[in-house]
Nanobody, 119 residues
Framework: QVQLVESGGGLVQAGGSLRLSCSASGAIFSINFMAWYRQTPGKQRELVASITDGRSTNYADSVKGRFTISRDNGKSTLYLQMNTLKPEDTAVYYC?????????????WGQGTQVTVSS
C-alpha cells in the first residue's frame, strides 16, 4: 500500500556531500517511523538513521555529526543529508517506513540508491 522511490545517490570524493531523497506514495497515513538503512555486498543491512512521528531522530554511531535525517510534514518525502563522506559510507541506501494497520506493523522498502565514496 506504500510505494517508496529513492534518489540522489552517486559517486563522490571523500569529504564531499550528497543528499538522498525518498518519495512515498499510496497509503502514507498512519506512518509513524521512517528510516534510512544501508547495505554492502556480504554484509547485513544496517540502520543509519531514523525519525519518529514526533520527529525525534536517532543515528548510528558511525554517522553521528555527519548525517542529518528529516522529513516533510505530510511524510511524503524523507531526506538524508550526508556530509564529510568517507569510503566506508559506500553502500546501497534504502528507505524504510513503518505503518500501523489494524494493530499490525507494516514494513515498506524502496529499491535502493547506490552511494560510492572514493578515497
Amino acid at each position: 500500500q506504500v510505494q517508496l522511490v529513492e534518489s540522489g545517490g552517486g559517486l563522490v570524493q571523500a569529504g564531499g556531500s550528497l543528499r538522498l531523497s525518498c518519495s512515498a506514495s499510496g497509503a502514507i497515513f498512519s506512518i509513524n517511523f521512517m528510516a534510512w538503512y544501508r547495505q554492502t555486498p556480504g554484509k547485513q543491512r544496517e540502520l543509519v538513521a531514523s525519525i519518529t512521528d514526533g520527529r525525534s531522530t536517532n543515528y548510528a554511531d558511525s554517522v553521528k555529526g555527519r548525517f542529518t535525517i528529516s522529513r516533510d510534514n505530510g511524510k511524503s518525502t524523507l531526506y538524508l543529508q550526508m556530509n564529510t563522506l568517507k569510503p566506508e559510507d559506500t553502500a546501497v541506501y534504502y528507505c524504510n517506513v513503518k505503518r500501523m494497520n489494524w494493530g499490525r506493523v507494516e514494513n515498506y522498502w524502496g529499491q535502493g540508491t547506490q552511494v560510492t565514496v572514493s578515497s
